[in-house]
């Protein structure tokens, strides 16, 4: 379900063709929720039937025709009343940690080796994300500026301050997952 309020998200910035869609969440809203395309376009036709989203179709060209979605009343109505509200946490299903709890079938630096793959792959995640919490605070981010456009100046900082603390969130799990790999590596030297 909550691909649906990423979505009303994205568009109370501006509107933006499925395509678009698409590309967003292939690229920067994938940090924090990915959606393959035809889920994306099931669900913007639900959403529209629902009345959350307008469709526009638009010509571009001589042929080329695009729908172009943007949000609805209600669509920003159900939005807020999500944003508003605590949710429950999915339950946990991490892959990594089921490996890790059968460690103890393969050697130790077979273990190790995987955990030396989850320092780095983490280490550059916080470093994008690191990266990616500064364009924000900057306000240098083309959603962001969108977003901007729409609102009053004395609530620039606020925003900007409340998306990049999302990735803060991210960093520190990120952060969190280096540290328990590194431990475990040197849990496993003493096995070697």
């Known amino acids: 379900m909550s691909l ?44 529209e039937q629902r009345g959350l989203i307008a469709g526009t179709e638009q010509v571009r060209g001589t042929k080329l025709k695009r729908t172009v979605y943007s949000l609805t009343p209600l669509g920003r109505k159900e939005l807020t009343s999500w944003v508003s509200a605590r949710h429950p946490e999915p339950p946990i299903r991490d892959s990594l940690l ?50 901007l456009k729409h609102r009053p100046e004395t609530e620039h900082d606020r925003m900007a301050e409340l998306k990049a603390h999302v990735f803060d969130g991210l960093i520190s799990s990120a952060t969190a997952r280096v540290e328990w790999a590194k431990a475990g590596i040197e849990l496993l030297k003493k096995y070697r």
Do not use: C
């Not at 630096?109 to 605070?137: F, G, I, K």
């Open 98 to 147: 089921v490996q890790a709890l059968f460690f103890d079938m393969v050697g130790s630096s077979a273990a190790a080796a995987v955990l030396e793959e989850v320092v780095a792959d983490n280490e550059a995640l916080v470093e994008h994300w690191r990266e990616h919490r500064d364009r924000l605070l900057n306000k240098d981010t083309t959603l962001l500026r969108e977003r």
């Open 4 to 47: 649906q309020y990423a979505v009303l998200g994205v568009l109370e910035a501006r509107p933006l063709s499925g395509y678009e869609l698409v590309q967003f969440f292939d690229t920067a809203a994938g940090w924090v929720w990915s959606a393959p395309q035809s889920q994306i376009y099931t669900l913007l036709r639900q959403m």
